[in-house]
């Protein structure tokens, strides 16, 4: 790669490395359904476009090739990111695949008030279910009438899970978790999740679990009691067709059965990745080839077009 001084932003589209992560509640779907030959044996978390100083997606083939996500961002600003980017010159998004093949532990992230607070990174998500078994659900929100003091209370003496709503989902449900909800994803679910770029999680309960070294996960009942939004309904699962809109993100489950044009904005960058099916993103004049389970991000004020291959594609499209 050269000198990003000496390019200019890029308005192409741009395919990233990945990062593996292998939380023992993690199975064999992403690595299965996605033929990803070079993901360990049983893997939790695929991060798909990640400027997260410790594991940042670098640029995949093209003049931009080695280039961190991080550094694209901090070397084009918002003609890169999007002018409502909160900081043009920080990628404001992380993707993730999350394979449940056990329940996740009951956890809350800060929001933008709670992270001064208490501290860590305000973390608002969602999670589109791409694949869920029969019996599959997603806690998410407490039930009315818990008090700080009873979650407290459920949490020390071991499972606060029946504080929660729990609610079954099928494939094409959605769900956004704002920042302070107390959530957990059930087994079963495999989830494509798109959050602020945040690593911060707090824990009440790992359901008895202990990681690999044989002992149990740490817990952050404290913070995680300062951080938790109390009256607060419960979030509701919508169609992932009819698109969610947050303060942060939009994003939308899309079945295209013929080439498509997205109109680049000076506003937002384009991120798209495959469900099913194949298909060829295309943005000033190159082409990225987007087979399932690849994601591909077009920067800010690139058209993009999507163009399936016969029997279509089901894609999903965020932008800011």
């Known amino acids: 790669m050269r000198n990003l001084a000496d390019l200019p932003c890029p308005q192409i589209p741009l395919v990233f490395s990945r990062h593996y992560a292998t939380a023992p509640w993690g199975g064999r779907r992403i690595i299965e359904r996605f033929n990803r030959k070079d993901a360990p044996p049983e893997c939790s978390e695929s991060w798909e476009i990640s400027a997260r100083p410790d594991f940042p997606g670098r640029v995949t083939g093209g003049p931009y090739e080695g280039a961190g996500l991080d550094e694209l961002a901090s070397a ?65 929100g407490l039930v009315p009438g818990t008090t700080r003091e009873k979650l407290e209370r459920a949490s020390r003496d071991g499972d606060p899970s029946f504080l929660l709503e ?22 079963g679910c495999l989830v494509y999740e798109v959050q602020q770029s945040s690593d911060t999680t707090y824990r009440f309960y790992d359901w008895g679990r202990t990681g690999r070294d044989g002992k149990p996960r740490q817990l952050h009942i404290e913070k995680g009691l300062a951080t938790t939004a109390y009256d607060r309904p419960a979030p509701k699962p919508v169609r992932a067709a009819d698109g969610l809109e947050t303060p942060y993100f939009s994003v939308r489950s899309l079945t ?28 000033g004049g190159t082409t990225a080839a987007a087979p399932a389970g690849q994601s591909v991000l077009v920067p800010a004020g690139a058209d993009a077009t999507v163009s399936p291959a016969a029997g279509g594609a089901e894609i999903i499209r965020t932008t800011l």
């Not at 709670?114 to 019996?135: F, N, P, R, Y």
């Not at 295209?256 to 943005?283: C, D, M």
Request: aromatic residues 10%; contains cysteine; glycine residues 8%.
């Open 256 to 283: 295209l059965r013929g080439r498509t044009v997205f109109p680049g904005s000076a506003s937002t960058f384009q991120a798209f990745f495959t469900v099913s099916g194949e298909a060829e993103i295309s943005a």
């Open 166 to 187: 729990r609610t079954p989902v099928r494939r094409g449900d959605a769900l956004y978790i704002p920042g302070g909800t107390v959530h957990a994803i059930d087994a």
């Open 76 to 140: 084009y600003g918002a003609a890169f990111t999007g002018a409502k980017a909160p900081d043009p010159r920080k990628f404001p998004l992380l993707f993730k695949l999350i394979d449940a093949r056990e329940r996740l532990s009951v956890q809350v992230h800060p929001d933008d008030r709670t992270a001064q607070t208490a501290g860590g990174e305000a973390k608002s998500e969602c999670w589109l279910v791409i694949d869920a078994t029969a019996d599959a659900a997603l806690y998410a």
